[in-house]
């Protein structure tokens, strides 16, 4: 989805040596916050392309992963929203919101680890886990990597009350930068369903057109 892709490009934007120092922190922390928006549309789209909300939907079993997935993700996307609006905000005023983004931001990280569990999980379901010509495989392993990265992130970006301070920022730029490579390189490489369509052999035991993981 475009909203993953352009999500991802800010937040690894936001992370890039050298950004924050060129254009300063608020708009460092604009940047964030506009990829989060970019994210939580895309997750919201995701969750309604499940399918779960077409007739018959909820009958299917076999797509609660899918569901599940998706839903999880979407938590994740809002979680980011209150984060990076923190950080946001707490460049206008520390003494309020200097601190309120860090929790926010480790309960979106685990909702985005759990959700691409669920969606390796769904492949596993509909198709062979290391297919090359299958067309989902890697796009779930690449969000896990992401996912794995953001949580080493958010673990690096906890403030220890003594000092005032994360403690790692070189962890939590590296771990961003890396997590958002991972989820655009993963949207980016995504074969739209045209193409599959129209060229059978890229859709062999591929994922159903419902599948969230399908960015």
Same mark, same amino acid.
């Given at each position: 989805?475009?909203?993953?892709?352009?999500?991802?490009?800010?937040?690894?934007?936001?992370?890039?040596?050298?950004?924050?120092? #060129?254009?300063?922190?608020?708009?460092?922390?604009?940047?964030?916050?506009?990829?989060?928006?970019?994210?939580?549309?895309?997750?919201?789209?995701? #969750?309604?392309?499940?399918?779960?909300?077409?007739?018959?939907?909820?009958?299917?079993?076999?797509?609660?992963a899918d569901w599940w997935a998706a839903a999880i993700?979407?938590?994740?996307?809002?979680?980011? @929203?209150?984060?990076?609006?923190?950080?946001? #905000?707490?460049?206008?005023?520390? /003494?309020?919101?200097?601190?309120?983004?860090?929790r926010p931001d480790f309960v979106g990280s685990i909702?985005?680890?759990?959700?691409?569990? #669920?969606?390796?999980?769904?492949?596993?379901?509909?198709?062979?886990?290391?297919?090359?010509?299958?067309? @989902?495989?890697?796009?779930?392993?690449? @969000?896990?990597?992401?996912?794995?990265?953001?949580?080493?992130?958010?673990?690096?970006?906890?403030?220890?009350?003594?000092?005032?301070?994360?403690? @790692?920022?070189?962890?939590?730029?590296? /771990?961003?930068?890396?997590?958002?490579?991972?989820?655009?390189?993963?949207?980016?490489?995504?074969?739209?369903?045209?193409?599959?369509?129209?060229?059978?052999?890229?859709?062999?035991?591929?994922?159903?057109?419902?599948?969230?993981?399908?960015?």
């Amino acid at each position: 989805m475009r909203g993953f892709l352009v999500g991802s490009l800010l937040f690894a934007l936001g992370a890039t040596p050298g950004y924050v120092g #060129l254009v300063g922190v608020t708009a460092d922390n604009l940047t964030y916050f506009l990829g989060s928006i970019f994210f939580t549309i895309a997750g919201f789209t995701q #969750l309604r392309l499940t399918g779960r909300w077409q007739r018959g939907g909820w009958s299917d079993r076999d797509a609660w992963a899918d569901w599940w997935a998706a839903a999880i993700q979407f938590i994740g996307t809002l979680a980011f @929203n209150v984060s990076t609006l923190g950080a946001l #905000l707490g460049t206008i005023d520390p /003494g309020t919101f200097d601190r309120m983004g860090w929790r926010p931001d480790f309960v979106g990280s685990i909702c985005f680890m759990v959700a691409s569990v #669920l969606a390796v999980q769904a492949t596993t379901h509909r198709e062979s886990l290391w297919d090359p010509e299958a067309r @989902n495989w890697w796009n779930t392993w690449l @969000n896990m990597a992401g996912s794995v990265a953001f949580m080493i992130s958010a673990i690096f970006a906890w403030v220890d009350p003594s000092t005032g301070e994360a403690l @790692n920022t070189d962890w939590v730029n590296l /771990g961003t930068f890396f997590g958002a490579i991972g989820f655009f390189t993963a949207a980016a490489l995504l074969k739209p369903q045209a193409d599959a369509e129209s060229n059978p052999s890229l859709n062999r035991n591929g994922p159903r057109s419902d599948d969230p993981d399908s960015r």
